[in-house]
């Protein structure tokens, strides 16, 4: 694995400790800034509806730059806003500053996507996403339950403070690893490591699969005969086609509705798992930094197992995951008053929720084929959609006086709603492919 990919998911370590850090600091949020729990909870919503809008935008506005120099971009604004956030003694600056980094953050999460995958092999494409996305939850682990502490001990600014602070280290990586080509240079990406390994790359099709009677990527060259390195990059795809490609592939939009309602389960019950412990289950607030920990601990290990796994049987996977999901928050519901339940739930929760995220987004970058870059972009909105609905429906709830349980039945009615569209994806395909047994036979 090239190790610009792990550069890569340095910076998105600074960015998820940033986009799930509130969930361990809305109480304190609220009482400084004078607003209500659920307005608090609001900021998340803002980060994700700014990552929603930001990921088609930014991947667009920046679709013909080197990628070295969008990633440069998107993390030095992402940095500036998390210092005005900090000095702000407004709730509605802040709002904004969420807003502003979140555009960032979707920009960089969608080159970055496209930027790891045409760095590896095919083959290595569920592994290289998995490295993006394993940045994330290593700020679950780490950056969050930090973040919580740094906020109860110095205030919730100091959390902002810190973000700032990590990410400059990964702007500097960056520059120094980070492939200076555009998107669409995949074959200059390819011809370095055919240069180094040799041989002929396999030739993948929508699905990223090897075609029939290629040599290996790992093929040994002959001695002494490197790739020739072309003369000028490939024109990239105009934008009408990429879109018109994306929104005719079999099964991407119901894969990116079923991502967006996993998501939207997750959000909802991890926005507001902080009061759920202190005030339900009855844990002091030292024991949140934990819980948030464990969480990203089991998060961590499902980023893995999907990184390895998931290629194998992604369908098996992915259902079998979003079905113990729909059970696993149904029971986080049920036994919440229950310090030792909930705190053996919460890492297998985190492992399911993104273990099955991750597959959602491998299957959404093999759907899409040549149209990488934006269908990066379409998955982070999907994936941060969901992020903005599930906060806002627990705030509806837990406004309604559904108590601190509401959010977690929230996700469990969320995850039901995934299993029948990713139910109805299967059907669908299913007569499809009888269609056309039956036009063939015929």
Known sequence: MPFAVYVLGLA???????????????????????????????????????????????????????????????LAVFIAVHIVGA???????????????ALANAGFWAVALAAAVSMVPDRLRGRATAVVVGGVTIACVVGVPAGAVLGERWGWRAAFWAVAVVSLPALWAITRSVPGSVPGDRGRDRGRDRGRGGGTAPVADARGTASAGQEPEEAPAPARTPAPAPTSAPAPTPVRDELRFLLTAPHLLPTLLTMALVQG???????????????TTGLTTTWVPVALALFGAGAFLGVGAAGRYAERRPTAFITYGMTALALGWSTLALTAGRPVAALVLIPLLGMLAFGTGTALITRVLGLAGRSSTLAGAFGTSAFNLGAAVGPWAGGLALEAGGGYRAPVWVSAALMVLALLTEGARRLRRVRSRERASGSTAG
């Open 265 to 279: 389960a997750t959000f909802c019950a991890f926005s507001y798992l902080e009061p759920l412990l202190t005030r």
């Open 12 to 74: 998105v370590f600074a960015q998820g400790t940033s986009e799930f850090m509130l969930s361990g600091l809305v109480s304190a949020i609220a009482a400084d800034l004078d607003v209500s729990l659920s307005a608090a909870g609001l900021l998340t919503s803002a980060f994700a509806v700014g990552m929603v809008l930001g990921a088609p935008l930014m991947a667009l506005f920046s679709r013909t730059w080197p990628r070295r120099r969008a990633l440069l971009l998107f």
């Open 87 to 101: 000095l702000t003694p407004g709730y509605g600056v802040l709002l904004a500053a969420r807003f502003v980094g």
